[in-house]
């Protein structure tokens, strides 16, 4: 014991949810999927939620008649599966990379624990709940009165991250046209030739990759009768 009687007590580290986020300790693993890899299937047991360090998801959707529908494109930094907080026992989509990914699994347990005993979390995670939400609004006006030009050109920057903090990536990973189509909600033939009309006027480029530009803006900023847009 030191002098004076005193005990030594050591700091404790704060909460950073970024560092709880980055590595792998109780209730959590870091798993990598490939490209067209599934994650969790439609149906299977909600027991976790997941996090994307690197990578795109796709949310899919089958209805008992087999038809199947892009419900969502997810980005670095985002949540998914988070309806088992929710009580939800069984998934309501099926997820899968649409590009190799590295992906944090929190187990139901420890994702209530952190978001009731972690406040700096609770924001982490609130904040993403509301911009999805404002997301998935976007997303059913952009169905309801955008032409599919529009909304084709919304998911390339949505993809490129255009809109969200840090720098675009302007190089988007190769999404197939017929993957595109069903996110446009349109046929491939139309994807293929919007795809060709934005590369006429210099709103995207093919060089290894999609780059998607910036000008692409105008697009989805223009007035449906601009002589821009095609309509449906």
């Given at each position: 014991m030191p002098k004076g009687g005193s005990l030594l007590r050591t700091k404790r580290t704060p909460f950073d949810p970024q560092s709880f986020l980055a590595k792998v300790g109780t209730g959590r693993t870091l798993t990598a999927y490939r490209k067209n890899q599934p994650i969790f299937a439609q149906g299977e047991p909600a027991d976790s939620l997941f996090y994307i360090q690197k990578g795109k998801v796709k949310l899919t959707v089958v209805s008992r008649h087999g038809k199947e529908a892009i419900v969502a494109v997810l980005a670095p930094?985002?949540?998914?599966?988070?309806g088992c907080l929710a009580g939800q026992?069984?998934?309501?989509?099926?997820?899968?990379?649409?590009?190799d990914c590295s992906i944090v699994r929190i187990?139901?347990?420890?994702a209530?624990?952190?978001i009731r005993?972690?406040?700096?979390?609770?924001?982490?995670?609130l904040t993403y709940l509301l911009s999805r939400n404002i997301r998935i609004e976007e997303d059913l006006v952009d169905r309801l009165f955008n032409s599919s030009e529009k909304r084709l050109a919304r998911i390339l920057l949505l993809l490129?991250?255009?809109?969200?903090?840090?720098?675009p990536e302007q190089v988007i990973p190769k999404v197939s046209q017929e993957t595109l189509a069903e996110m446009v909600g349109t046929t491939r033939a139309r994807v293929n030739f919007f795809m060709n009309k934005f590369r006429k006027?210099?709103?995207?480029?093919?060089?290894g990759g999609m780059e998607v530009h910036s000008s692409l803006l105008d697009v989805v900023l223009h007035?449906?009768?601009s002589p821009t847009i095609q309509q449906k």
């Open positions: 930094a985002d949540f998914f599966g988070e026992p069984r998934r309501m989509a099926t997820a899968s990379a649409l590009v187990t139901k347990p420890m209530i624990k952190v005993d972690q406040p700096k979390f609770s924001e982490l995670f490129a991250n255009f809109g969200k903090e840090g720098r006027l210099g709103f995207v480029s093919y060089d007035d449906s009768d």
